[in-house]
Structures are given as structure tokens and as C-alpha cells.
């Protein structure tokens, strides 16, 4: 080849991108035991479906409405939501719900701090299945049969509860006709049913922290109230936080007691959201503001369980 003769360049082809391999089809095995779950889930879905979603959105549509069941529905569009805002009645249950909700969910984990780390200590084992089963009894129960039976045990003449406080001196106390009685009545029965989930969360708990830790605070001089504080509770946190979401919702909702304790009295001090729901739709026959007092507790809920998760990123510590 001279200098003047160039070079020919061959033009490299580009090969042809191999096919991908078809997905391996599944056998069927695999296409057996899909169906089998699916299955296995399909009453769980229906049921979530049909008792929770359904309703959901069927309170939601129906609290746009005026409807007495008897008249066809007649669209309010925002009244009802209007005339929830402006009356008393239902602003004085929301507070009250609140005021319940705080000091029953703080004594209810309370109490079940405090008795599932007595019963963690050192105890014979039989003697520790027995506290456990005593203190979730009370959860079995319907709330209206405790209630009333907490009712007679809370009356002024001739309830126990008078009874036994008149043996320290203690003066008959209006329990269930005082405005500042009858809401600590009303927690204090609610509590003693309650405690005992949280109770069973918090043994659960203790029981998956390593005793090594423990043993560690201990070399490094931690006893007693310090070591619960410094290495108890913070291992603790991921349990309290899911006794505290259950708590919190359930407290919200809390219609048995004071409905059977003291019918929403006196006056409205112990009146619930959930009463109002049930006086409104089942006794006045307002379906469509008490579908929008429903709403604005399931938006109150949903907010205070957010709030919670929210501010859980600083104070819940995972191993």
C-alpha cells in the first residue's frame, strides 16, 4: 500500500441483541399454592371490605344528606357539618371525649406499666400465670354487664365503694351525680377493663429485652427506678407506642360506660362523641348529621394516630 492509497475502514455491524429468555412459566405448584393464598386472604379482604370500607364511605355520602329513613334523603350538601360546628351539645362531647381519652389512656398505661414490671420480677411461674390471667379477665367481659355492676358498686347510699372509704372517714362521694365525680367514675371503670391488653403488650415486651442489658446497667451502677428509666423504657418504647395508638383509639370511642354509668350526665359532663352519634341517628332519627359528627371523629382519629407516628421518630428507640 502507497502513501496516497487510504485505508479502507470496514463498518463494524452491530450484532443482534439476543432475545431475553421468556419467563419460566409457572408450574402448577406455584399456581396452586397462589391460589391457595388467595383464598386463605379472600375473607379477610371481603370482610375488611364490606365492614370497614363500605361503611366508611357510605357515612361519608350519607352525612351530605338530611335523612329520617322514613322521607327519601334530601341533599344538604355542608349543613350538616355547619350545624355540627355551631351546637353545643356536640362541642361539649368532643371536649369531653378528649378529656377522657387523656386521663384514661395515661392511668390505663400507668397501671400496666407498673403491675407487668412487678409481675416480670421474680416470681414463681405459676403464680405469674395467674396474675396474667386475672388482670385480662375483665377484658373478656361485655362492657355493658361491668358497667352496670360498677354502677350499684359506685352508689352514693349504699355502693362499696362509699362503704369501704367511710371506713378511713372519707365522706359519701356523689360518683355518679357530680359534674366532677362522674368523669373520674367513668375512667376508673373503663381502666379496670382496659388495662389488661396493655398490661399483656408491656409483659410481652419486657420479656424481649435481653437480660445481658440489664446485667450491664447493673455493673455500671444502675438500680431501681434509674435502670427503668435509662434502659427499661427506652427498650420499651417501640411496645408503649403500640399500647398507646390501641389505647388512644379505643378511648375515642368509648360509649358503654358512660352510657350506662350515667347516661351522658349530669347534664352533658360525661357526654361522649359516640353518644351523640347514637342519640342523633338512633333517637332522633338524624342518619345525616350523625354521619358527620362519624366523619369528624374518624378525622380526628386518623390525626392524633399520625400525630403520634410522627412524633415517634424521636422518641421510640429500636434494638
Excluded: C
Aim: proline share 6%; charged share 10%; aromatic share 10%.
Amino acid at each position: 500500500m502507497t502513501d496516497t492509497q487510504t485505508p479502507r475502514i470496514q463498518a463494524v455491524r452491530p450484532r443482534a441483541a439476543t432475545p431475553a429468555a421468556p419467563p419460566p412459566k409457572a408450574s402448577a405448584r406455584d399456581r396452586g399454592t397462589r391460589l391457595l393464598a388467595a383464598l386463605f386472604l379472600a375473607p379477610t379482604v371481603v370482610g375488611i371490605v364490606v365492614f370497614t370500607v363500605v361503611p366508611i364511605a357510605g357515612s361519608i355520602v350519607l352525612s351530605l344528606f338530611h335523612w329520617n329513613v322514613i322521607d327519601d334523603p334530601e341533599f344538604a350538601g355542608a349543613a350538616n357539618y355547619r350545624e355540627v360546628f355551631t351546637d353545643s351539645t356536640v362541642l361539649v362531647s368532643f371536649r369531653n371525649t378528649l378529656v377522657f381519652m387523656v386521663l384514661a389512656v395515661a392511668l390505663q398505661l400507668l397501671i400496666a406499666l407498673v403491675l407487668a414490671l412487678a409481675v416480670n420480677g421474680r416470681m414463681p411461674m405459676w403464680l405469674r400465670s395467674v396474675f396474667r390471667s386475672a388482670f385480662f379477665f375483665p377484658l373478656v367481659l361485655s362492657a355493658a354487664s361491668i358497667s352496670v355492676v360498677m354502677k350499684y358498686l359506685f352508689n352514693q347510699d349504699f355502693g362499696v365503694v362509699n362503704w369501704l372509704l367511710g371506713l378511713v372517714g372519707i365522706a359519701p362521694v356523689p360518683w355518679l351525680t357530680s359534674e366532677n365525680a362522674a368523669m373520674t367514675a367513668v375512667v376508673l371503670v373503663y381502666v379496670w377493663q382496659q388495662f389488661g391488653f396493655s398490661f399483656l403488650l408491656f409483659v410481652g415486651g419486657l420479656n424481649n429485652i435481653p437480660k445481658e442489658i440489664h446485667e450491664a446497667a447493673s455493673l455500671d451502677g444502675a438500680t431501681g427506678l434509674r435502670k427503668h428509666l435509662s434502659v427499661t423504657l427506652p427498650l420499651l418504647s417501640p411496645t408503649l407506642l403500640v399500647a398507646s395508638v390501641v389505647g388512644i383509639i379505643n378511648a375515642l370511642q368509648v360509649f358503654e360506660q358512660p352510657y350506662v354509668l350515667t347516661n351522658g350526665g349530669p347534664g352533658d359532663a360525661t357526654r361522649t362523641v359516640v353518644m351523640v352519634i347514637y342519640e342523633s341517628a338512633f333517637e332522633q332519627l338524624r342518619f345525616g348529621e350523625a354521619s358527620a359528627v362519624g366523619v369528624l371523629l374518624f378525622v380526628l382519629i386518623m390525626a392524633v394516630t399520625a400525630l403520634q407516628f410522627r412524633l415517634s421518630r424521636r422518641f421510640v428507640h429500636y434494638q
